[in-house]
């Protein structure tokens, strides 16, 4: 199971460093979104080094803005400490450790549409799980099910059309399977635009902003473990490649977003209700 690392047990930072260290989880998200876990990378993969590297380089530009600010010099150290930022006279020596913010911003702007498609589909899986579970007496849901239902509904509506052909969000939810629910909860950093409008949304988000979507991501992750798949009996959809784990400290306990059920979904249930009980009947 992977978790993202926030060092020391988050209740003995006081709260200006608790701060410090949200920001520095959301750096972690943000490097694994450029250079996600999965099954395919090898021994020699640096996938690992690029993600510290992204990190590295976030935290330094957060550090050079909180710099000004930090006029004593206990909370300078401490700063330094939590965002793992070398002492000057080591500096160049971790250089090269960095990607620079800018192409940081670029990559994830790249990969936009993928990310698009994955929240797309979360949620599709969230309603069509929340329809069968209503109406069907189940928590059932699939990949497969969730894109037709989907496309199908966009087909009648004035709704914008989808983000690509089914093939290239089936291929891009396999890419980022285990970052679904982080995904679809960056959406809730900034609801009424893109997330990441801006360069300067890398590391200026407020703690308050973070912490919301990091809550909403693990409403969206329990949710997601719970789904079972109609192939096997029983067995959790995403039981093959278990999804990054929040912190401890985060806390979704009073997080409720309201799921829409998909209405094709409910016809078909109750017309396979209808069916079995004329069936029923005709014995």
Not at 2 to 29: A, M, P, W, Y
Not at 206 to 224: G, L
Request: glycine share 2%; charged share 25%.
């Amino acid at each position: 199971m992977c978790t993202l690392n926030t060092g020391k047990d988050f209740s003995e930072l006081l709260v200006k460093h608790r701060d410090i260290k949200i920001h520095d989880t959301f750096h972690q998200v943000l490097a694994m979104l450029l250079y996600p876990l999965h099954d395919k990378c090898g021994q020699n993969c640096n996938c690992a080094e690029k993600r510290q590297k992204v990190v590295f380089s976030l935290n330094v530009e957060l550090f050079n803005r909180l710099k000004p600010t930090l006029t004593d010099k206990t909370e300078l150290y401490i700063t330094k400490l939590l965002l793992q930022i070398p002492e000057d006279h080591d500096f160049i020596q971790n250089w090269n450790k960095s990607f620079p913010a800018w192409l940081v911003y670029e990559q994830l702007k790249k990969q936009e549409i993928r990310f698009k498609r994955v929240e797309h589909l979360v949620w599709g899986l969230l309603r069509l799980a929340k329809t069968n579970q209503q109406h069907a007496g189940n928590n059932e849901s699939s990949i497969k099910e969730a894109v037709r239902l989907l496309f199908e509904e966009l087909q009648h509506s004035d709704t914008p059309k989808p983000f690509g052909g089914k093939k290239a969000y089936d291929r891009a939810f396999r890419v980022f399977k285990r970052l679904s629910h982080l995904i679809a909860g960056v959406s809730f950093l900034n609801p009424e635009t893109s997330p990441l409008a801006t360069e300067s949304d890398l590391y200026s988000k407020t703690p308050e902003q973070i912490n919301s979507f990091f809550a909403r991501a693990d409403w969206i992750k329990q949710r997601i473990e719970s789904m079972k798949t109609p192939n096997v009996e029983g067995q959790s959809l995403f039981f093959k490649a278990p999804l990054v784990s929040l912190p401890k400290w985060v806390d979704s306990k009073n997080i409720e977003i309201p799921l829409e059920p998909f209405q094709t979904r409910v016809d078909e249930i109750k017309n396979e209700i209808s069916q079995a009980e004329i069936r029923q009947c005709s014995h």
